[in-house]
């Protein structure tokens, strides 16, 4: 047998063995008990200085490691280092570094169903990039989902604050108010949006129908408000609307945004406005 | 200084002829090239990831070359003894090692030149103007001109694997010399105090020229901050070649 068959033979026997030992070690492994590796995860203080300089590029690849750890939805517990790897390790390594904060609160909001994790997530990188209007724009949005729509509108409100922001983000401000039943709120936001010289016509069209609405809106509400106070102090409800303001409990009757005055039905107590009807609501 | 430029030009081509420097720029480019591939696997911010991976290669491989190519610069004429015959021309020492370090510092320019320019290619076709990253990638070299520098400064007096060791335990302290003022807060005695003042000024403070984290961002760099450091890494690192120089004067050969 010659030599070069000699080593081939060596070469094939040493791949084989190596290859057999490894299948074996696969097959040994124990299965994964949860989300240890992240235990161990070191703190992005210390990622940045073992980074030599590198620290953004190592955000980068914590956060590709983070994309693919979170795309395995078979991991048990895998929401509970989440705001260590999206909100301390990659935002050590650079703070400005959007991406990572909303991606984050996503999984949080979304899949976690936790609020209050995605907002601090998004808060943090709110405040380490106070420049950025997408955080509290978004932050406003999970709240939205969640139906809190006064903290919808504040951070709404914070966005629309920071320079850049698109200055559609005062219509949400005032659309957050409205479902908030928050009305004369949201009026006075749509009427920013109505006196900004910076809006289009549609924008104003937009504004001027929703303060006619919302205005149709606030005023029965008043007035049906103070339909039933009337009617605890005096035991039966008003004959006419102008008792409420000789009882002191309205100081004048407003009108509806046509200047006529709105339509009250003794029998019932009920409060209409023919504006209202012709604005469909 | 004819000889200087002589022994930099000689030195610029020597080392253009050495296939390590060849592969590592090969693998740099392909950094560069793979960097929009890599980029794929992330959710939003692609542009940010090809910057990212650009300037670190840029820095990564630059740094490979000062120590690879450095290092064995001085060393290597006095081990093939060819030191004997260039010196017994009519050249001073510290002509040699100067121009040593002026050849190395020309293969370090033309390697930013060709893999900065690659990034800076990568993200203008990407759409994005590459602009801001023009005083990153000029701070990479002046970095890499400290480095250098102490690459050589060891190989004029040691043997190219201690002067490798020496180079990088330089760039990491360089990296790290922050710690030492963190440290000098948290010891009690006088005289460690001192030792870690002394550490903090004496080695590079290489953070100091690392502005990449901002130009990824489009944060631009103050005009006045730029200028400041990159005088500071220029005179450091002339500091150091006139070390290696003194060094190399003094040393008797067998």
Same mark, same amino acid.
């Given at each position: ?5 000699? =080593?081939?033979?060596?070469?094939a ?17 124990? +299965? ?19 980074? @030599?300089?590198?620290? +953004? ?29 999206f ?20 999984? @949080? ?6 609020l ?15 420049g ?27 966005? =629309? ?10 219509r @949400?401000v005032?659309?957050?108010? =409205? ?28 504004a001027?129908?929703?303060?006619r ?44 945004p ?12 009920a ?11 | ?10 030195? #610029? ?5 050495d ?15 793979g ?11 692609e ?13 990564? #491989?630059?740094?490979?070359?000062a120590?690879?190519? $450095? ?50 290619? !990568? ?15 000029v ?8 480095? *250098? !520098?102490?690459a050589?400064?060891?190989?004029? #007096? ?5 002067? !490798? ?24 005695? $006088? ?11 004496v ?14 961002? $489009?944060? *631009? ?11 500071? $890494? ?6 150091v ?14």
């Amino acid at each position: 047998m010659s030599g070069t068959i000699r =080593a081939g033979l060596l070469l094939a026997a040493a791949v084989l063995g190596a290859g057999v030992a490894r299948a074996r070690l696969v097959a040994l492994e124990a +299965p994964s008990a949860g989300p240890k590796d992240l235990l161990y995860l070191p703190n992005g203080k210390y990622l940045r200085a073992a980074s @030599l300089g590198q620290a +953004p590029v190592a955000a980068d690849l914590v956060y590709f490691w983070a994309i693919q750890y979170y795309s395995d939805y078979q991991r048990a517990d895998r929401f509970r280092y989440i705001e260590h790897v999206f909100g301390s390790v990659i935002p050590e390594l650079d703070p400005r570094f959007i991406d990572p904060y909303w991606l984050g609160a996503l999984i @949080l909001t979304t899949e976690a169903a936790d609020l209050e994790g995605g907002l601090r997530l998004l808060d943090l990188g709110a405040a380490k990039n106070p420049g950025e209007w997408v955080l509290p724009f978004l932050a406003g949005w999970e709240c939205d989902h969640a139906k809190e729509y006064d903290r919808a509108a504040a951070y709404f409100d914070r966005a =629309a604050r920071i320079p850049g922001a698109p200055a559609a983000l005062v219509r @949400l401000v005032a659309g957050m108010r =409205a479902r908030g039943e928050n009305l004369r709120e949201a009026i006075a936001k749509w009427n920013e949006v109505l006196a900004d010289p910076r809006g289009d016509d549609a924008s104003h069209a937009i504004a001027e129908r929703q303060v006619r609405t919302l205005t149709v809106r606030a005023d029965l509400k008043d007035l049906e408000a103070a339909v039933v106070t009337f009617r605890e102090l005096r035991g039966a409800p008003p004959r006419r609307l102008e008792e409420l303001v000789h009882a002191g409990i309205l100081s004048r009757l407003p009108l509806d945004p046509d200047g006529k005055p709105y339509r009250y039905d003794p029998a019932t107590g009920a409060v209409t406005s023919d504006a209202s009807r012709v604005l469909g609501s | 200084m004819r000889a200087m430029v002589a022994v930099a030009l000689n030195t #610029f081509r020597e080392a253009i002829r050495d296939r390590v420097l060849y592969l590592i720029l090969a693998v740099a480019l392909l950094v560069v090239a793979g960097s929009r591939f890599v980029a794929m696997l992330t959710v939003g911010s692609e542009v940010k990831i090809v910057k990212d991976l650009g300037l670190a290669a840029v820095s990564i #491989f630059g740094l490979l070359i000062a120590v690879f190519v $450095g290092t064995a610069l001085v060393s290597k004429e006095i081990e093939r003894r060819t030191v004997y015959t260039l010196l017994a021309q009519p050249i001073a020492r510290w002509q040699f090692v100067a121009g040593k370090y002026a050849g190395l510092f020309l293969v370090l320019a033309a390697n930013v030149l060709v893999v900065g320019g690659s990034v800076l290619a !990568a993200v203008a076709l990407m759409g994005e103007s590459p602009v801001a990253l023009v005083p990153a990638v000029v701070l990479i070299l002046v970095e890499l001109a400290v480095v *250098a !520098a102490f690459a050589v400064l060891f190989s004029s #007096f040691t043997n190219p694997i201690l002067a !490798a060791v020496g180079t990088v335990a330089v760039y990491v302290a360089g990296h790290l010399s922050w710690s030492f003022d963190l440290l000098r807060k948290r010891v009690t005695t $006088g005289a460690a105090r001192t030792l870690c003042d002394v550490l903090h000024a004496v080695l590079p403070n290489l953070d100091r020229l690392d502005v990449k984290a901002d130009a990824v961002h $489009g944060i *631009a760099i103050p005009a006045s901050t730029f200028a400041a450091a990159a005088a500071y $890494g220029a005179f450091y690192a002339l500091a150091v070649v006139v070390l290696a120089c003194v060094v190399f004067e003094r040393r008797e050969f067998a």
